[in-house]
């Protein structure tokens, strides 16, 4: 199972990022997959996740609207679109594949991890 994020980079506050999540074709089609980051001294945090068919999504707390998970069944991608950036999302974003077709906040539902891509906010 492979994970590869992309899309991170230096953005102004306001600003938008799309990060994207490309995942080997059997995973992404029967796994939930979930985006997490990490920010310098802090824990990991749960951003987002999306179920295997993407009928259900699920957010961290922190989101309140800002953020969108979505994907694409013919790129075998999963998106994060940012939106209403802080600088407090600054953060090594990571996505990572669930146990089967469970979705949630929990780390310990997914198996499979992938690099992550730094987001740097400007303020």
């Known amino acids: 199972v492979q994970l590869q994020a992309s899309g991170g980079g230096l953005v102004q506050a306001g600003g938008s990022l799309r990060l994207s999540c490309a995942v080997s074709k059997r995973t992404f089609s029967n796994n939930g997959v979930g985006w997490f980051r990490q920010a310098p001294g802090k824990e990991r945090e749960f951003v987002a996740a999306?179920?295997?068919?993407?009928?259900?999504?699920s957010y961290g707390g922190f989101v309140k609207g800002r953020f969108t998970v979505s994907r694409d069944r013919a790129k075998n991608t999963v998106y994060l679109q940012m939106s209403s950036l802080k600088p407090e999302d600054t953060a090594v974003y990571s996505c990572a594949a669930a146990r089967g077709s469970g979705m949630g906040a929990s780390p310990s539902l997914y198996q499979y991890w992938g690099l992550g891509t730094q987001v740097t906010v400007s303020s």
């Open positions: 999306i179920s295997w068919n993407g009928g259900y999504t």
